[in-house]
């Protein structure tokens, strides 16, 4: 707009440099990186519609949609996801799927990539599930280490089962035909609200019965939401508790129950159960006739090999055992007599050598000798014994001196020290008091202290530091 002043024209055009812009794909990657990892892992719930199968690959994609907000989301199921998934995959199908929401980069398309697929409701059980096997585990009761061996004789097989579905039959009918045992049921309900309590109840019952070696717990097949009973924590922590090793028999193959995990044993049908427990009788016999043919085998070579050692050793003619002995007898005189001779040989010479010796040390010249050496000896020591005496004898003096000293120091410190006491004893002695002018009132032998002891008439001795005065007690006061 021009106001009259100065015509203007436009000015020259800036250029602000500001933050260098995202490529596509690095936009697409960065929301794709935020939506992963705000959302890991989550359950989503809606109908299935635009299914499609991949030609190709055999991966399910479709959109899942609520209908009550009008909202879809795109979801893709893999193949393999697919075939684990228990849901029924068609249009029109309520489902709930677990899975994380993503990005599909290359086409910024947002999607819900599925991992597993479930009918509707099922989602939040099979959560619940998930956490109860986790837990369970991170307590040791899945653990390899804490399974036990199953008996390999067993003597009684306790049963939990329902006592009129098929699994009880077929355990007992698979049994005996194996295996001569007792079978014990405790009959419990396998499904339904009330069947856990009821398991963990017979579970209980079972375990009182006596020579118990074996409990199986099962059931018929039957479909997943069937399984509910064989799921619960309180199940499993009862097979778990069993003082006897515990069999899994819930009749199906698809997964396992938790307490399929928690039993020492799983099996996939009643029928497997019984085998599981329980040896075939006539393999068991085959086996002890085999152990029986061996044993036998093993004694006659045995007993075989022990006579022909004790053939060996039987005993000679004894005339020849005599005659050998008496030329043994002969060698070993004729041994000794030699071996005698000789050491008198030994004892000869060295009883000449000491006769030499005794020939040259003749006691008349060793005398002789020792009587030259005494008398030296004699000459340097008599000297030297009288200086020794008259050095001890002067140090004798001198401790003599030193100890007389000493006792006179002590005994006048003795001295002392008892004239101080005996002062002290003499200021405290009752005599000393009565020189001061006072006296002891004795009544029968005892002094008197308190004049009630005492009645007028009384005859009384009055002890002073010279003499005593006999007294009668004319009056008594009292104080107070």
Known sequence: MNDGSTPTG???????????????????????????????SLWVEGEITALKVSAGTGHLYFDLKDDREEARVACVLWKGAAAKSRAKLANGERVQLKGRPTLYAP???????????????????????????ERLAAEGLFAPERKRALPRYPRVIGVVTSASGAAFHDI??????????????APSLVQGADAPAQIV??????????????????RGGGASEDLAAFNDERVARAIAACRVPVVSAVGHEVDHTVADLVADRRASTPTMAAEFCTPVFADERGRLDDLRARMTKAM???????????????????????????????????????????????????????????????????????????????????????????????KLDDHEARMARAVAQRIEREKQKLGLVAGRLHALSPVAILARGYGVVLHEGRALTDAETVHAGDTVTVRLHAGELDARVERVRTQG
């Not at 009918?173 to 001569?180: E, G, K, S």
């Open 172 to 185: 007992c009918r698979a049994v005996h035909q194996r295996w001569p045992v007792r079978i014990v049921l």
């Open 10 to 40: 436009p000015g020259p055009l800036r250029v602000v440099q500001g933050p260098k812009p995202l490529t596509v794909g690095e936009l697409n990657r960065t929301i794709k990186g935020s939506i992963e990892e705000k959302f890991p």
């Open 300 to 394: 006659h070579f045995k007993v075989s090999r022990l006579t022909v050692t004790l053939k060996r050793r039987q005993l000679r003619d004894p005339h020849r055992q005599i005659n050998d002995a008496r030329m043994r007898l002969d060698d070993l005189a004729r041994r000794a007599d030699e071996a005698m001779r000789a050491k008198l040989r030994g004892h000869g010479a060295t009883l000449d050598r000491a006769e030499k010796s005794l020939a040259t040390a003749h006691p008349a010249a060793r005398l002789k000798t020792d009587a030259a050496k005494l008398a030296a000896l004699d000459v340097r020591i008599t000297p030297a014994l009288r200086r020794a005496l008259e050095r001890r004898g002067l």
């Open 107 to 133: 086409r910024g398309q947002y999607q819900f990539t599925a991992e597993l697929a479930v009918p509707a409701g099922a989602g939040a059980a099979a959560a619940a599930l998930a956490a109860l096997k």
């Open 201 to 218: 109840k017979a579970l209980a019952a079972i375990q009182r019965v006596r020579r118990l070696d074996v409990v199986i717990v099962g």
